[in-house]
């Protein structure tokens, strides 16, 4: 089975950045395209931003367009989002997962907290 390990959050003011890295286990991922999901306290889950398999297309949430940029490294089966200018709504835990359908088991996530 695919395992995935979220890492790269923390806590950041407003107007602050991070760069998140979600690696997967498995040679399968460079076929797949992937997202970026978070959940914020008390919400459900929500799409981030997704990416082809080959990083030539991308698309995000309209929260976050213009913020966020999310890129692959498929020799390192990681994905990754830049994330600019974050406001304290962009507070959560931030997943990876294949798009559209997630692999079963999701990830521990990392969590961002933005907050001054």
């Known amino acids: 089975q695919v395992q995935l390990v979220e890492s790269g959050g923390g806590l950041v003011q407003p107007g602050g950045s991070l760069i998140l890295s979600c690696t997967a286990s498995?040679?399968?991922?460079?076929?797949?395209?992937m997202a970026w999901y978070r959940q914020a306290p008390g919400k459900e889950r929500e799409l981030v931003a997704t990416?082809?398999?080959?990083?030539?297309?991308?698309n995000y949430v309209d929260s976050v367009k213009g913020r966020f940029t999310i890129s692959r490294d498929n020799a390192k089966n990681t994905v990754y989002l830049q994330m600019n200018s974050l406001k304290p709504e962009d507070t959560a835990v931030y997943y990876c997962?294949?798009?559209?359908?997630?692999?079963?088991?999701w990830g521990q996530g990392t969590q961002v907290t933005v907050s001054s």
């Open positions: 997962n294949r798009y559209p359908s997630g692999w079963p088991y």
């Open positions: 990416i082809t398999s080959g990083g030539g297309w991308t």
């Open positions: 498995g040679s399968i991922f460079s076929s797949n395209a």
